[in-house]
C-alpha cells in the first residue's frame, strides 16, 4: 500500500506537471505515455503467440499523435494523414516476408493497438485545444483527468462499503452497481466544483462530462479487464509499482476519452 501510494502521488505531480507546463510539454508527455502503453498492449498480444509489427506500428503511431498535434499547433489539414497510408498497408507487406502460421492475426492485432490505444490518447489530447482553437487550455484535460479519478475512487469506496450486487462478474467480480453509482455521484461533485472555477461550460455540461467518463470510463475498465483475462494476465506491465503498467491506469480514458470529445465538439461547435 504504501508503495502504491508513492508512486501514485509521484506520477500524479508528472501528470499535472505535464498540463500546466504548457502545449510542448503536454504534446511530448502524453506522446511518449501513448507509445508505452501501445508497447504494453503489444507485449501482452505476445503472450498468445501473436506478433504483431511492433516496429511500424510505433512509427504510425508517433505520425498519428504528431500529426494530431500538427492539426492544433499549425492547422494542418486532414488529408495529410494520407501520409500515413503506405506506412499503414506496409503491414501486410511485411507479414508476406515472416512466414508465421497466423499472418492476418498479426496483422489484425496490429491495427487493433492502433485504435485502442493510439486513437483515443489522440482524442484526449485533442481535449487540451477544443473550443480555443489553436490555443492550449489545461481546464478540460485535467478536468477529464479529475473527474476520471474522483469516479475511480467513488466507486472504490462505496463498492467496498455498500457493494453487493455485481456489476459484471465474468470480467471483474469485484465491481458492483453499487460502487458504479458511488463513483458517479463522486465524479458529479467534482464536475460541480470545477464548474465554480471553469466558467467555459455551463454547470449542466460538466455534469454530463462526469456521466459520460463514470459510465465509459467503467467499461474501459471492464475492456481491459476482458483483454488480460482473455490472455491470463494480471497486470499489463510493472512500471508503476503498485498499479501494474500505464494500460491499468489509463484503461478508462481509452473508452472514455472519444466519447467525452465527441460530445464537447457537439456542444461547442
Known amino acids: 500500500m504504501k508503495t502504491r501510494a508513492i508512486t501514485a502521488f509521484f506520477f500524479t505531480i508528472v501528470m ?12 511530448i508527455f502524453y506522446l511518449l505515455l501513448s507509445l508505452g502503453a501501445l508497447l504494453e498492449f503489444f507485449k501482452l498480444i505476445k503472450t498468445a503467440g501473436i506478433r504483431p509489427h511492433r516496429n511500424i506500428a510505433l512509427i504510425a503511431a508517433t505520425l498519428i499523435f504528431l500529426m494530431t498535434a500538427g492539426y492544433h499547433f499549425l492547422q494542418f489539414e486532414t488529408k495529410f494523414l494520407l501520409l500515413l497510408v503506405p506506412l499503414i498497408f ?7 516476408y515472416k512466414k508465421e502460421t497466423i499472418p492476418f492475426a498479426n496483422i489484425s ?14 482524442f484526449f489530447y485533442s481535449l487540451g485545444f477544443i473550443g480555443h482553437a489553436a490555443e492550449y487550455s489545461f481546464h478540460l484535460p ?33 465491481k458492483s452497481w453499487e460502487g458504479f453509482f458511488g463513483g458517479m455521484f463522486t465524479s458529479l461533485i467534482v464536475a460541480y466544483v470545477l464548474s465554480l472555477f471553469f466558467t467555459e461550460l455551463s454547470v449542466w455540461t460538466w455534469g454530463g462530462m462526469a456521466i459520460l467518463i463514470s459510465s465509459f470510463g467503467t467499461l474501459g475498465d471492464l475492456v481491459e479487464s476482458m483483454l488480460k483475462r ?16 500505464f494500460l491499468d491506469r489509463f484503461d478508462g480514458l481509452l473508452i472514455a476519452a472519444p466519447v467525452v470529445y465527441a460530445y464537447l465538439y457537439l456542444i461547442l461547435y
Do not use: Q
Open 16 to 27: 499535472l506537471g505535464s498540463m500546466f507546463l504548457g502545449p510542448y510539454v503536454f504534446s
Open 90 to 96: 506496409s503491414v501486410f507487406i511485411s507479414e508476406l
Open 109 to 122: 492485432y496490429t491495427f487493433a493497438g492502433f485504435m485502442y490505444v493510439t486513437v483515443p490518447f489522440c
Open 142 to 174: 485535467l478536468s477529464f483527468m479529475l473527474m476520471l479519478w474522483a469516479n475511480d475512487t467513488g466507486a472504490y469506496l462505496f463498492g467496498s462499503k455498500f457493494g453487493k450486487t455485481r456489476l459484471f462478474e465474468r470480467h471483474s467480480p469485484k
Open 230 to 245: 482473455s490472455l491470463n494476465a494480471k497486470d499489463s506491465g510493472n512500471i508503476l509499482p503498485g498499479h501494474g503498467g
